[in-house]
Structure formats: C-alpha cells, structure tokens
C-alpha cells in the first residue's frame, strides 16, 4: 500500500501539467487556432489554400483611403499562367489557379530615414486575408471563381467574414464575384503581374 | 528565271523577318545577370529573385515608389525563427531583394479618384543586399547593391554616385543608411503575420 501512494501521487501530478498545458494551450488560440480547420458556411475551406504563406507574390498594393496594405500571392498554377501572359493575351487562368490576398492596417514608420513628412507606410495589424480559386465545374455561376473573406482579430484569431464585415461574405463563394465582374477583361481579377 | 527571282524574293523577306524580330527583342533579352557593380556585387548573386517568397510590402509616398522584399529561402528560414526580432543575427548566405515600382493609381471601379488604389506602375530599380561577413566585415557583414531599370530599353544598369540612393564603386551604398537599424541586424524590413 505504500508502494502504490507514491505512484498514485506521480501520475496525478502528471494528470495535472497534462491537463494546465491543455487549458493554457486553449487559451492562447490565436497562435495554437487552426486556421485551415475554418470554412465559409456554404463556401471556401480555409484549408483550400494551405501553404498560402509559402506561394510566390504577384504585386503588392495598397488603399490609402481604406487604410491597408496588401501583399497579393498566387499559387505555382496561377504564377505560371501569369509568367506566361494570362490575363493579358486573352487567355483564362487555367482550373486549379488560387489567389490569396494578405491585407494588414497600414503602419507608418517615421523613425529616420524616415520621417513625419517622409514616412514609409509597411504592414501593422492583420486586418484579413482573402482567397480566390478557380474550379469551373464548382463555381458555373461566377465564371469559375469561387470568393472568401477570413478576418483577422489578434485576440480571437481568424473566423469567416459575415455580412457585417469590411468586406460582407454571405454563406457561400461567390462575395467578390459581383465586384470582380468589373474585370471582365481580365478574366475577372484585378491584380496584374509587374515586371521584376 | 522568274522562278529564282520569286525564290529571292522569299529568301531576302524571310532574312528581314528575322533580323526584324532579333533587333526588336534585343530590348527584352538583356542578360541582366551579367551585370555588376564596380567593385560591388554581382546581380548574379541574387540569382532567381523573381520566385523567391515575399517578406511584405511597403511604400515611400514622398520617394514615389511602392515596393515588394523577396528574400531567398535561407533568409526567409531565419525571419520565421524570429530573426532579428529574438536578438539573433542574421545568418551568412542570406539575400535580400527589394523590388521598387513608381506607383500607378487605378481609379476605374471599384475604386475612384477619392478612393483610388495604388498598385505598381513602371519598374525603378531593385535593390539587393548579401550577408556575408568574411566578403563583407568593414559593413556588419552586409554587401549592398543597386540597378537602375530603364523602361524605353528595357534594361537594367548599375546604380552611381548621381543615383538615388548614390552608390559607389563598393558594396557598401546602404551601409550607413542600415547602421540606424542596428537593433534588428542592419534590416530595416520586419516579416508581419500572413
């Protein structure tokens, strides 16, 4: 019986820091959240663009009177159609192209070399991120593309944009094809290919 | 002989044709990787830039550039452990690429002239810089270089004395530039949450 008090403290003890590493992990969910577990009710999976922070970058851009800064990548599909002319020469991007705009609130630095006057605006906050795929048997009604939003918060992590976000998401794929018809020309994306 | 004189004919046409087409792409197809700085580094040295992963954007309004940093996998590697924020340097091998772009403001729908978005417009100039501290240890272990692109030929050039920022016949043009980023090993571009 004395033999068995010691063991039975040990694996109590063990249950214990087993169980405190389990609720401090919870707790810290924006960097322990799985983002790719996420899905737009009715829309894109997070999980349909894993790897995006590894995909090479398209352009950068930004929207001083929105307040943010982008930083647009495209998946190897998407970036070899875009070495290869599309949208451009009036070809579409091929099915399987997957688009991921990474948008942060503008930051400005004024420290030297810069300064007040000369500031240079870099990426503060992540406001949120948002993904475009091309899958035409998916998507027939919005030419192919399918849309979501995920905003960002430090405190919560990432969570479907709804109707109510900067930029509204309704439950399903197609939140940026209405706007994105604007560039019909383009085969309906905004963001060229800049020369580098 | 009418036959010949038709053959000749096509012959000549078909050579235009073709000189034509080399002179007008002779603008496309500068080697740019033979290009060096005086002195300096080699745009060889940065090798394949154009696929490396995006560090972030950035943009001088009063300098009239928006930017993209590229930097190469060993690079990228470091900033992910938290380099240089967690006090450690970065290691030998990494490259740097800041790609810089006069704005373009697109004012069509969705956006406007109240609104507009900035995206690139013509290229400027990339700018790399190289760790290497036995190449390099009069500048912290940092090389730094700069070229010029010209848009109507199509050609990039080593930057001078008379560029913006001026650059030397030495690796060094950023040095002294970079010493006010001392705190984060001479990089003044931080690797913000995607």
Not at chain 2, 52 to 63: F, K, L, N, R
Not at chain 2, 89 to 108: H, L, M, N, V
Request: with cysteine; net charge positive.
């Amino acid at each position: 019986m004395k033999k068995i008090l010691p063991l039975l403290l040990v694996i109590l003890a063990l249950a214990f820091v087993f169980l405190g590493r389990r609720i401090a992990s919870s707790q810290s969910t924006p960097a322990k959240q799985d983002k790719y577990s996420l899905k737009v009710p009715g829309g894109l999976a997070f999980s349909d663009f894993k790897g995006y922070e590894d995909w090479q970058a398209v352009s950068p851009s930004l929207t001083d009177a929105q307040g943010v800064i982008r930083l647009i990548l495209a998946n190897p599909v998407m970036i070899d159609a875009y070495k290869q002319g599309a949208p451009g020469n009036g070809k579409p991007f091929p099915d399987g192209s997957k688009i991921a705009k990474i948008v942060w609130q503008q930051k400005k630095l004024t420290d030297a070399p810069f300064a007040a006057s000369v500031p240079d605006t870099v990426p503060g906050d992540l406001n949120e991120v948002e993904f475009i795929e091309k899958d035409s048997k998916r998507f027939p009604d919005t030419h192919g593309w399918g849309y979501a939003v995920f905003d960002y918060d430090a405190s919560s992590g990432f969570k479907p944009a709804t109707l109510t976000s900067k930029s509204p998401q309704a439950q399903d794929a197609k939140c940026g094809a209405a706007c994105h018809t604007l560039a019909a020309s383009q085969d309906y994306i905004f963001t060229a290919y800049p020369k580098r | 002989m009418k036959r010949f004189l038709l053959l000749l004919v096509a012959i000549v046409a078909l050579m235009l044709a073709v000189l034509g087409r080399k002179a007008s792409s002779a603008q496309g197809t500068q080697d740019k990787y033979t290009l060096k700085i005086p002195g300096g580094i080699a745009f060889s040295d940065f090798r394949g830039y154009e696929d490396w992963q995006a560090v972030g954007p950035s943009e001088t309004d009063a300098q009239h550039v928006i930017r993209l940093i590229l930097a190469n996998p060993v690079m990228i590697a470091a900033y992910r452990q938290g380099i240089p924020g967690n006090g450690k340097p970065f290691p030998d091998g990494s490259k740097i690429a800041k790609i810089e772009w006069r704005p373009k403001q697109i004012t069509d729908p969705p956006f406007s002239t109240g609104t507009p978005d900035t995206v690139p417009g013509d290229l400027a100039q990339v700018e790399f810089i190289e760790k290497d501290n036995k190449r390099f240890p009069d500048s912290r272990g940092w090389g730094y270089g700069m070229f010029e692109y010209d848009v109507p030929s199509g050609t990039f050039k080593p930057a001078t004395l008379s560029s913006h920022p001026p650059v030397g016949n030495d690796a060094k043009c950023g040095a002294a530039c970079h010493e006010l980023a001392d705190s984060t090993d001479y990089i003044f571009t931080a690797y913000p949450k995607r």
